[in-house]
Structure formats: structure tokens, C-alpha cells
């Protein structure tokens, strides 16, 4: 059984080494001819499955990415030519959705907005959407949930239209990159919806570029009143365009989902589903990869009081995962090709783009942290701290 693998599925050789023959490939050198003999194919969203890249595959029968959005793969391709496909769903919903709350947290730092009185706009209530519902739950933050495929399927839950959405103090897109079909999604936030939007509203862009017209965002942009936006997903990746940048609040080169658990839990699924497509028994299991980390020691302000304060919840929660970092970190990068001289800047962009997001820090998820808190910590806080996903120990009482 060949195995063909992108080399930035992490661990991806070492989980697979027993079940068949691997080898690695670079994204960006990929050619069909490499397709020639190879089983099966694991990739992440960096890979473009294309009808001409499949024309050199000839035994192909299973193509799996480890990542949660699938529209770099050209499915209906796939289905014609009787390849099965799969991916990692929900792998990192809830990297995303931590992404999203420290971007809240610095708006309401920043005073930007009160997150006591704003209502968040989740556009797509899938894996991420939940995800980042439960988060806004832990920490009483009022949101509302839009999402038309899932409310016709007959999910129970409360949604509302896009219209409403446009009224909300945050909206936070979470859509897959659909063209076609009952409910696309390319430029579901089009010049209309974006010349509803003002300066008191925030636009989150985590899920694809392709969800905004990135056109009509740089008009709004830089036309009065134009609402705050974060953007972590660009139009045309990795050769994005760069001139939304100061336009924008905070800029992240498509890492929202790359928690060390985000990555991996989307290792640990294709694996299973290899092993289950080759009839092997899975024996690995993403404890066997993941490193526990030492506890974090919090002191909180008010430990006794009933509600985490505002203060210590930006404390922590920036202490485990702070957004403003990897802005900063994009835009020194991005400064450097402009400072640099270069005759082809679009291809710098592009490949110092792939390269902050092939060496993206290790990014641990609240779940992978242990908080020490005071020994007098309220039940009521330690159960919020533990409902955003840390686990919770007390000191010893002196
Ligand atoms: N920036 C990053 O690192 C990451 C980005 N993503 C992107 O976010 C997307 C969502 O991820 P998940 O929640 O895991 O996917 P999911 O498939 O669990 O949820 C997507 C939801 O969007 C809904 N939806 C589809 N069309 C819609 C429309 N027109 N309006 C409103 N809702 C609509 C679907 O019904 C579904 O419930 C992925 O497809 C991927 O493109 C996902 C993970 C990481
Ligand atoms: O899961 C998804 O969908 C994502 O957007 C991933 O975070 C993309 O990660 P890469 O595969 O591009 O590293």
C-alpha cells in the first residue's frame, strides 16, 4: 500500500509508518506524474486536488485531508473517477473558536466594544460555530446563530437571517467555501452587507478568504465609518494581497485552526480512517504525540467573587493564546519584502506567507493547560475557567 503524504501533517510518517509504504512530497512541488502507483493520498488544505493532478494517479482509491474545510479538493472529480474522500471534521473547532475569543477579549481590552452588552453574529453553526458558542456560553457573552442548511435539516436551535446578522456588534464568519447549490457562500459578505456595517461593528474573518469579496472589503475600508476587521483568510492564498493590511485591526496568515491539538486531532482522524480503509486496527492515539505541558500559576484579582472579572479572563485567557502575537509577527514579515527590494514581491508574499505558516509557534489549546488558581477561588469561577476548557487545581491553603 503506497502512501503519498504532505510533509506538514504533523507526526504524519511516524503514525503511518506500520500501515503502509509512505513517502512525503512539498505542496508546492507536487506534480501528477507523483501520483503515478500511489494508494493513497493525505494532504492538508495547502494541496489543490485538480482534475490535471489527478490524471497521473492510476491506483488512487482514497484521498484524505487532515484539515476541517475540503474545498481545495475537487470532489466531483473524484467521484467521477471512483477515488473515495474524506477529511478531519471538526478537528480544530476549537482553535478557532479560541482564535475568535482572544480577538474579543482585545476589543473589549481595547474598548472597542462592551462584550457584556454585545451580541456576536455566528455565521455557520457547525463544528466551529458550536465550538465558539460554548466559549460565549463559559463566559456569558450574548450571541445568535445563522446558519440556513442546518436550521432546514431541522437542527432545534434559535437562527436568524443574515439581515440580523448585519445588525450584530461582532460577526464572525464560520462557513465552509461553497460555490454552487442551494447556499453558497463565495462573497456572502458583498458590498451590500459591508455598506450596512459601521464603525461600531467587528468583522471576524476565520472560516475563507473567498466568504468576503475582498474588493468591496478594501472599498468599505476606505470609505468613512468602515467597521473594524480581523481577517485570518485571504482571497487567491498564498499569493494574497497585501494592501487590506492596514485597513485592517488584526491580520493572521490562516493559523486559527493550527493549535498543536488542531493539527494533530486532524493527524489522529486520518490515520483511523487509512487504517480503516486498509483493514488495520488503529493502535496509536493522540496522547501518544502530544507533550503535557507544566501548570500555569494564575492569581486572580477577586478570587472569591461569583464572576471571573474581566481583567483576570483577559489575563488568563491571553496568557495561554494571544492573537496580537501572530499579528505582529505577519506584519514584520510582510515589512521585510517591502524593505527588501524585491522585482517579484507577489511571489515573497506568497512564499513567506507558506513559510509563517509552516513554522507557526506551538500554540497550545486551554484543554492542554493545568491553571494553579488561589486556594480560596469561587466554585462559580473555577467552573467557568474549567467550561472554557483548562483544567483547575488549587493551591494548597497556607
Ligand atoms: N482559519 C482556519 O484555520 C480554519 C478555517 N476553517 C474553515 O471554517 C469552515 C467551517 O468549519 P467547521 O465549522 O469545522 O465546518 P462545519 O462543516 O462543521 O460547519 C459549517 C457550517 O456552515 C453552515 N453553512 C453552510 N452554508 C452556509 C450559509 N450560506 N450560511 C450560513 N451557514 C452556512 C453549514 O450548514 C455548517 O453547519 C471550514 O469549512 C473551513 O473552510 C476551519 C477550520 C480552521
Ligand atoms: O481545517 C481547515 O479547514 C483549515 O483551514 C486549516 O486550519 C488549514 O490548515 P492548513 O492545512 O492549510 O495548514
Redesign the pocket.
Request: proline residues 8%; glycine residues 14%.
Given at each position: 500500500m503506497k502512501i503519498l503524504l504532505e510533509d506538514t501533517i504533523p507526526f504524519g510518517a511516524s503514525y503511518l509508518d506500520n500501515v503502509g509504504e509512505v513517502t512525503t512530497y512539498a505542496w508546492q512541488n507536487l506534480v501528477a506524474s507523483d501520483l503515478a502507483d500511489i494508494d493513497i493520498l493525505a494532504l492538508r488544505?495547502t494541496t489543490k486536488v485538480t482534475p490535471e493532478l489527478i490524471k497521473g494517479a492510476n491506483k488512487l482509491q482514497f484521498v484524505t485531508t487532515a484539515?476541517?474545510?475540503?474545498?481545495h479538493i475537487d470532489k466531483a472529480c473524484l467521484n467521477a473517477n471512483n477515488i473515495a474522500h474524506s477529511s478531519a471534521?471538526?478537528?480544530?473547532?476549537v482553535?478557532?473558536a479560541e482564535?475568535v475569543l482572544s480577538v474579543l477579549l482585545h476589543a473589549q481590552k481595547s474598548k472597542k466594544l462592551d462584550l457584556y452588552s454585545a451580541t456576536v453574529g455566528i455565521?455557520?453553526?457547525?463544528?466551529?460555530?458550536?465550538?465558539l458558542s460554548v466559549l460565549l456560553d463559559a463566559v456569558g457573552v450574548s450571541y445568535v446563530l445563522?446558519?440556513?442548511?442546518?436550521q432546514e435539516?431541522g437542527?432545534k436551535r434559535a437562527f436568524v437571517e443574515?439581515d440580523d446578522i448585519a445588525r450584530c456588534d461582532v460577526i464572525t464568519?464560520?462557513?465552509?467555501?461553497?460555490q454552487g447549490g442551494p447556499?453558497?457562500?463565495g462573497k456572502?459578505i458583498d458590498s451590500a452587507l459591508l455598506n450596512q456595517l459601521n464603525d461600531h461593528q467587528l468583522l471576524i474573518n476565520?472560516?475563507?478568504g473567498e466568504v468576503i469579496d475582498e474588493l468591496a472589503l478594501h472599498a468599505r475600508l476606505t470609505s468613512p465609518n468602515a467597521p473594524t476587521v480581523v481577517l485570518?483568510?485571504f482571497d487567491n492564498e498564498p499569493a494574497i494581497d497585501t494592501r487590506l493590511f492596514d485597513h485592517c485591526w488584526f491580520i493572521t496568515p490562516?493559523?486559527?485552526?493550527?493549535s498543536v491539538e488542531?493539527k494533530v486531532r486532524g493527524t489522529q482522524m486520518i490515520y483511523e480512517q487509512i487504517c480503516h480503509r486498509t483493514g488495520q486496527k488503529a493502535t496509536k492515539a493522540l496522547s501518544d504525540f502530544l507533550e503535557s505541558i507544566p501548570p500555569v500559576k494564575v492569581s486572580l484579582q477577586h478570587p472569591t467573587q461569583t464572576r471571573l472579572s474581566v481583567v483576570d479572563l483577559i489575563d488568563v485567557f491571553h496568557r495561554i493564546y494571544d492573537v496580537a502575537v501572530d499579528d505582529i509577527t505577519m506584519r514584520q514579515s510582510v515589512k521585510q519584502i517591502e524593505n527588501a527590494d524585491t522585482h517579484a514581491p507577489s511571489e515573497s508574499v506568497a512564499s513567506q506567507f507558506a513559510a509563517l505558516r509552516k513554522h507557526y509557534r506551538v500554540r497550545r489549546e486551554c484543554s492542554a493547560h493545568t491553571l494553579v488558581v488561589p486556594h480560596n477561588t469561587s466554585e462559580e469561577i473555577a467552573k467557568t475557567l474549567k467550561n472554557l476548557g483548562f483544567s483547575v487545581q488549587r493551591e494548597q491553603a497556607q
Open positions: 488544505s484539515t476541517a474545510g475540503t474545498n471534521a471538526g478537528c480544530n473547532a482553535a478557532v482564535y455565521v455557520g453553526a457547525g463544528n466551529v460555530g458550536t465550538a445563522c446558519d440556513p442548511p442546518l435539516a437542527d443574515m464568519l464560520h462557513v465552509p467555501f461553497v447556499h453558497p457562500t456572502l476565520a472560516c475563507r485570518d483568510v490562516h493559523i486559527a485552526g493550527h488542531g
